[in-house]
C-alpha cells in the first residue's frame, strides 16, 4: 500500500469481476491497485457531491438552462485559448 497518501487507511476486502480487477492491475503499475482504487472512489465521490450540489440548486432556483451552460462553457474554452496563446480549441488536443 502506499504509505505517501493522507489520512487513515484500512482494510477491507471487496469482490471485483476477474476481468476488471486485470484491468485495474494493467492500468495502475507502480501505483498499486489500492491506490488506483482510492483514486477513483474518490472522483466518484466528488461527482456525487457535485451532483447532489447542482441538485440542491435547482430545487432552491429552478433547472439550469442548457444554452446558458453552453454559452459559459464556450467563454471558459475561449478564455483558455487565448490564454495559451495559439487560439486552438481547449479540448482539440
Known amino acids: 500500500?502506499?504509505?505517501?497518501?493522507?489520512?487513515?487507511?484500512?482494510?477491507?476486502?471487496?469482490?471485483?469481476?476477474?476481468?476488471?480487477l486485470e484491468a485495474i492491475r494493467?492500468?495502475?503499475?507502480?501505483?498499486?491497485?489500492?491506490?488506483?482504487?482510492?483514486?477513483?472512489?474518490?472522483?466518484?465521490?466528488q461527482r456525487e457531491a457535485i451532483d447532489d450540489y447542482i441538485a440542491a440548486a435547482e430545487v432552491e432556483q429552478g433547472p439550469v438552462d442548457p444554452a446558458e451552460v453552453a454559452a459559459k462553457a464556450e467563454r471558459i474554452r475561449a478564455h483558455h485559448a487565448a490564454h495559451r496563446g495559439d487560439g486552438t480549441p481547449a479540448d482539440a488536443a
Open 26 to 45: 494493467a492500468r495502475a503499475g507502480k501505483q498499486g491497485v489500492s491506490s488506483y482504487i482510492e483514486e477513483a472512489v474518490q472522483r466518484q465521490l
Open 1 to 20: 500500500m502506499d504509505s505517501s497518501r493522507p489520512g487513515k487507511t484500512r482494510v477491507t476486502s471487496i469482490s471485483l469481476r476477474a476481468e476488471t
